[in-house]
């Protein structure tokens, strides 16, 4: 039996969660890994096991795919049906760069001006990049 490549794995990690839709239908990390891979988590190697999931999710959003999350109890993965929970993702995703971008300024002591200056810069060289 051969070992899946990232890309089967990718593509086994999307039909999963399509299969999640809205957030009363979870599926948590560690099941998410089974479901993937056929492995059950081991507890001394769980960081590194689901390190590869999240990875594999970050690849699927940034692709378009609407996978969102739910955090703390009952919480998981699943594919957005509507609006509201893109929004709700979209708005951690800020507050989470927003801190980022607050203790970067603070580090590099400028002005917030300067920093979004260098954001806008980078970002445009980027989509010049990539098309």
């Not at 560690?30 to 492995?39: F, K, P, S, V």
């Not at 609006?83 to 995703?93: C, G, H, M, T």
Request: hydrophobic letters at 30%; aromatic letters at 8%; one cysteine or more.
């Amino acid at each position: 039996m051969h070992e899946p490549d990232r890309d089967e794995l990718k593509v086994r990690a999307q039909k999963i969660l399509e299969q999640h839709k809205g957030v009363n239908n979870c599926i948590t990390m560690y099941q998410l890994y089974n479901a993937i891979t056929g492995e059950p988590i081991i507890p001394y190697r769980r960081l590194n096991q689901t390190r590869v999931v999240r990875s594999l999710i970050a690849e699927l959003q940034k692709e378009g795919c609407p996978i969102v999350h739910r955090a703390a109890g009952g919480g998981g993965y699943y594919y957005a049906t509507d609006d509201a929970e893109l929004d709700k993702e979209a708005n951690w995703f800020r507050k989470r760069a927003l801190s980022s971008f607050r203790r970067e300024r603070a580090l590099r002591k400028i002005s917030t001006k300067k920093l979004l200056t260098q954001y806008e810069l980078e970002l445009n060289e980027e989509e010049n990049e990539n098309g």
